[in-house]
């Protein structure tokens, strides 16, 4: 199992520099890999393939990209150029989106997005593999009248999916390499997302998928004050039906439940809970929630783990 962190330099002078500079502290660390999210800000893709071009000792990630307001075509030639950039090491995360984000920022609506995964899928694998698409869906065209290959990119490019409900995990355990769920503790991955993904891809015939379980977390003596700002942070998502869904199964009642927080010995044997629950790899986010020290102190953890 390997394990890894979410970096997030959104306070920084200049994002890029930064977020290369905790990249570099998170390799010296022995972490494994740096993973980078998609809303308004930075394009994930693009910071990806800077940090890994600049920290070759890394594995680089979007976790993940919204389908809808995206096309096929698009996301290939980003992913693509990630790839051939960090000469393999590119891992590429998709997602639903939510209905807020969708509607409010692109003023589309949010229309059957399994229907929308499934097509987007179809036509990026195509397109990652081979470099051309003649994909005619309900949702969605994407055809190729001249080549979309990107030299150096002739291995593929990992597909990830952000999936955690039922349908999405048949879909991903279909179409893709694995799965980045957030906010799904360690029981709601044993009993519920692990099955049905495995499952799935065993009837499509392919590979023993991904489980790569990003996870807010942080080492901290200060547990208390932590967990309360984390219950802050994170209540966005209990009111986003498919992460109450997921927090739920976990067992819990907030997000905050989910989180793994505590000394280095409390986290160690919550990273272990996931590993035992089915995770191939561990990712930690919100790890900058408790200040500089705490997150150093959270990453020597982490990297140790790593080895």
Known sequence: MTVGVALNASDAPNQVDATVQLAREAAELGLASAWF????????????????????????????????????LLISSQAQTAQ???????????????????????????????????????????????????????????????????PGAEGGVPLLVAAMGPQALRVSGELADGVLPYLAGPRALADHIVPALTAAAAAAGRPAPRIVALV???VTDDTDAVRSKVTENLAFYEQIPSYARVIELSGGRR?????????????EAGIRRYRDAGATEVVFSGTEIAGEAARRRTWRLLGELAR
């Open 37 to 72: 999210g998609q809303a308004f800000g930075p394009d994930s893709p693009q910071l990806a393939a800077i940090v890994g071009r600049e920290v070759p000792a890394l594995q680089v990630g979007t976790s993940a990209i919204p389908v809808f307001g995206r096309h096929p």
């Open 216 to 218: 807010p977390g942080v």
């Open 255 to 267: 997000a905050a439940d989910v989180a793994v927080i505590g000394d280095e010995k409390t986290v």
């Open 84 to 150: 051939a950039a960090t000469h393999g090491r590119y891992h590429l995360g998709l997602a639903l989106g939510t209905k807020l984000l969708t509607e409010a920022g692109f003023g589309l609506p949010f229309e059957r997005p399994i229907a929308r995964l499934r097509e987007f899928l179809t036509a990026l694998r195509q397109l990652t593999e081979t470099g051309t698409a003649d994909f005619h869906g309900e949702l969605l065209t994407a055809t190729t009248p001249v080549p979309a290959r990107v």
